[in-house]
Nanobody
Framework: EVQLVESGGGLVQTGGSLRLSCAASGFSFDDYAIGWFRQVPGKEREVLSCISSPDGSTYYVDSVKGRFTISSDNAKNTVYLQMNSLKPEDTAVYYC?????????????????????????WGQGTQVTVSS
């Protein structure tokens, strides 16, 4: 059974840091890219970052470049999102999702990271709240 479970969310002050985890089971990271997304109530879900194993190629949306870092521990089947210099506008529910990368060149996977329709399994989300 495919599962994606996010954890690590919580309440943090402006300027603080959090590390989110996405624990995956039921599939291999060699075959799937993992993306991180977030959604604020009343707004569309937006992509933040994605990582494509095994070469570790990454993508970041401009709003989080330099503040967020995505990484993967394939031995633990876990993808992390280290979030630094958090701002109140980062408050949202954060989700991870998987995207099949088999038979697709890494460049295509990374450049289409934002295409949410390409992701077939999603986690339940974890709330991040940044106080001002």
């Amino acid at each position: 059974e495919v599962q994606l479970v996010e954890s690590g969310g919580g309440l943090v002050q402006t300027g603080g840091s959090l590390r989110l985890s996405c624990a995956a089971s039921g599939f291999s990271f060699d075959d799937y890219a993992i993306g991180w997304f977030r959604q604020v109530p009343g707004k569309e879900r937006e992509v933040l970052s994605c990582i494509s194993s095994p070469d570790g190629s990454t993508y970041y949306v401009d709003s989080v470049k330099g503040r967020f870092t995505i990484s993967s521990d394939n031995a633990k089947n876990t993808v992390y999102l280290q979030m630094n210099s958090l701002k109140p506008e980062d408050t949202a529910v954060y989700y991870c999702a998987r995207r099949d990368r088999r038979h697709i060149h890494t460049i295509v996977v990374i450049t289409s990271c934002h295409q949410q329709s390409e992701y077939d399994y999603w986690g339940q989300g974890t709330q991040v709240t940044v106080s001002s």
